[in-house]
């Protein structure tokens, strides 16, 4: 995804500039609109307590590629098989008998058949995309198709033979970024590992010549960074923010307590532009370009040596002064981006006076003078019950952004405390709904008198 900051990729810590949005996803806004004070309590409670989850839909797709997968790929096609027998068989049984298309690629991820030309079948397992699938998917990569740019690559809009609509991105074809090679090996491997609600969905690569294309589920809302923009004139509420939050604290839990096969997954990159939102604004986190496994605690390792990846604003101290990277670096992250959710404001604004350019910083110092009210997005209304959820994030914010990771929350913990700060935004957003509608009542009757 297109930074806000800055993305570090160094074990001298060198900074590469990526650059700002350009292009934003297709489809239209649901965005819930602030308006009176009224209406917007009033929708604060509705979207409490209507915001639900839907599922991603099962999704099908065609084909193979024609060359054999790397041999780890197949061991990891290995185990997801195991994991999802049964959903294998089903969705199994389900492309043999549908049989519409030529090639089918069962609705689990990771798992496929074949019927093409009616007698050849591909071993389960292989990921691959074929370049004419790719072509025919993205309309030969029409600029009309187009739905991003990032520091790997183009990103377009796609629909599978059987409709299903994809992410393709394609990595920009530079020889001399070794870099870009890594983030396409790291992004499969990662994302052939997980599924999950709240992760962006994998549908499978391609790799060929000069070419590297992933394709994942395609998440139509655009991301968290340009619903915190405005970008569509539509203000993203508290109560929707406190959703992401979890959502996105729900996806992380799930990459570091993954235990279905090894080590736990560090994300790296945690950060409102790598958050894409569904049509119901349900987050789910995106790139696992810089991803990693973390330490094996069998072993006794506490963390992982290794340079220095992620953006700038983002970043751990703890991480960026020791190169030791353990889960407690995405929690740093996740506090960041809490602060974000509180304030709308990007994690580093160049713009601002001085004490206050350092977003994180300038919050932190407000909510332990006893002023964190004064962080809240000004787009935001305040009242008793988005007062006490800006109160208690913060806290919580500030528990995250320690400075040592002993000092930091599991993510787990993170998303138990979100749970309880949402219970009581949403039991006190119905009293101040209460309050406001007998207040309006009794000037209804005063005027009538
Ligand atoms: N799955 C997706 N569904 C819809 N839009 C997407 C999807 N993935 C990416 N995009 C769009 O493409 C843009 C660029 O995303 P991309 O993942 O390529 O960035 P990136 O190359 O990883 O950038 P960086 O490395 O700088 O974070 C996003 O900001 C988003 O608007």
């Given at each position: 995804m297109k930074s806000p900051g800055t993305h570090w990729s160094s074990k001298k810590q060198s900074l590469e500039e990526r650059s700002d949005f350009s292009s934003v996803s297709s489809s239209s806004s649901t965005s819930r609109k602030s308006t009176s004070g009224f209406k917007t309590a009033a929708k604060s409670v509705a979207v409490a307590f209507t915001s639900c989850f839907t599922p991603p839909e099962t999704k099908s797709s065609s084909s193979f590629g024609e060359s054999e997968p790397p041999s780890w790929l197949r061991q990891l096609s290995t185990m997801i098989k195991i994991i999802h027998t049964f959903p294998f068989l089903v969705s199994f049984m389900s492309d043999v008998s549908s049989a519409g298309s030529d090639r089918k690629r069962s609705s689990r991820r990771g798992i496929y058949t074949s019927s093409y030309n009616s007698t050849q079948t591909t071993e389960p397992g292989t990921l691959k995309f074929t370049m004419p699938e790719i072509y025919k998917a993205t309309k030969n990569f029409a600029p009309s198709f187009k739905i991003g740019q990032g520091g790997f690559g183009t990103v377009y809009k796609g629909r599978l033979d059987d409709g299903t609509l994809v992410a393709v991105k394609r990595a920009k074809?530079?020889?001399?970024?070794k870099h870009l090679g890594v983030e396409f090996q790291s992004e499969i491997k990662m994302l052939a590992r997980v599924e999950h609600l709240n992760l962006v969905r994998f549908h499978g690569y391609l790799e060929h010549e000069d070419e590297k294309i992933v394709v994942v589920e395609y998440v139509p809302n655009g991301t968290l960074r340009e619903r915190l923009d405005c970008l569509d004139g539509n203000i993203l509420d508290l109560a929707a923010r406190l959703d992401i939050a979890i959502d996105v604290a729900h996806a992380v839990t799930y990459l570091h307590m993954y235990t279905g096969t090894d080590h736990p997954i560090i994300h790296r990159d945690i950060k409102s532009s790598n958050i894409l939102l569904t049509e119901n604004l349900r987050a789910k986190v995106a790139d696992f370009g810089f991803a990693r496994l973390a330490a094996d605690s069998d072993t006794g390792a506490t963390h992982v040596s290794t340079q220095v990846k992620g953006t700038a604003g983002y970043l751990d101290p703890e991480y960026l002064r020791t190169y030791q990277l353990t889960e407690k670096s995405d929690v740093y992250s996740f506090g960041v981006l809490l602060v974000e959710l509180v304030s709308g404001r990007r994690p580093i604004e160049p713009k601002r006076e001085l004490k206050e350019r350092i977003t994180t910083r300038w919050a932190m110092k407000k909510f332990t003078d006893g002023e964190g009210i004064l962080t809240l997005d000004p787009m935001l209304l305040r009242n008793p019950s988005t007062n006490l959820a800006v109160e208690k994030i913060l806290e919580l914010a500030l528990q995250c952004l320690a400075p040592t990771r002993q000092g930091r929350p599991s993510m787990r913990r993170c998303a138990e405390i979100l749970w309880g700060v949402r219970k009581d935004f949403r039991e006190l957003s119905a009293s101040d709904l209460r309050s406001l509608s007998s207040l309006s009542q009794r000037s209804i009757s005063i005027i009538e008198d």
């Amino acid at each position: 995804m297109k930074s806000p900051g800055t993305h570090w990729s160094s074990k001298k810590q060198s900074l590469e500039e990526r650059s700002d949005f350009s292009s934003v996803s297709s489809s239209s806004s649901t965005s819930r609109k602030s308006t009176s004070g009224f209406k917007t309590a009033a929708k604060s409670v509705a979207v409490a307590f209507t915001s639900c989850f839907t599922p991603p839909e099962t999704k099908s797709s065609s084909s193979f590629g024609e060359s054999e997968p790397p041999s780890w790929l197949r061991q990891l096609s290995t185990m997801i098989k195991i994991i999802h027998t049964f959903p294998f068989l089903v969705s199994f049984m389900s492309d043999v008998s549908s049989a519409g298309s030529d090639r089918k690629r069962s609705s689990r991820r990771g798992i496929y058949t074949s019927s093409y030309n009616s007698t050849q079948t591909t071993e389960p397992g292989t990921l691959k995309f074929t370049m004419p699938e790719i072509y025919k998917a993205t309309k030969n990569f029409a600029p009309s198709f187009k739905i991003g740019q990032g520091g790997f690559g183009t990103v377009y809009k796609g629909r599978l033979d059987d409709g299903t609509l994809v992410a393709v991105k394609r990595a920009k074809k530079n020889v001399y970024d070794k870099h870009l090679g890594v983030e396409f090996q790291s992004e499969i491997k990662m994302l052939a590992r997980v599924e999950h609600l709240n992760l962006v969905r994998f549908h499978g690569y391609l790799e060929h010549e000069d070419e590297k294309i992933v394709v994942v589920e395609y998440v139509p809302n655009g991301t968290l960074r340009e619903r915190l923009d405005c970008l569509d004139g539509n203000i993203l509420d508290l109560a929707a923010r406190l959703d992401i939050a979890i959502d996105v604290a729900h996806a992380v839990t799930y990459l570091h307590m993954y235990t279905g096969t090894d080590h736990p997954i560090i994300h790296r990159d945690i950060k409102s532009s790598n958050i894409l939102l569904t049509e119901n604004l349900r987050a789910k986190v995106a790139d696992f370009g810089f991803a990693r496994l973390a330490a094996d605690s069998d072993t006794g390792a506490t963390h992982v040596s290794t340079q220095v990846k992620g953006t700038a604003g983002y970043l751990d101290p703890e991480y960026l002064r020791t190169y030791q990277l353990t889960e407690k670096s995405d929690v740093y992250s996740f506090g960041v981006l809490l602060v974000e959710l509180v304030s709308g404001r990007r994690p580093i604004e160049p713009k601002r006076e001085l004490k206050e350019r350092i977003t994180t910083r300038w919050a932190m110092k407000k909510f332990t003078d006893g002023e964190g009210i004064l962080t809240l997005d000004p787009m935001l209304l305040r009242n008793p019950s988005t007062n006490l959820a800006v109160e208690k994030i913060l806290e919580l914010a500030l528990q995250c952004l320690a400075p040592t990771r002993q000092g930091r929350p599991s993510m787990r913990r993170c998303a138990e405390i979100l749970w309880g700060v949402r219970k009581d935004f949403r039991e006190l957003s119905a009293s101040d709904l209460r309050s406001l509608s007998s207040l309006s009542q009794r000037s209804i009757s005063i005027i009538e008198d």
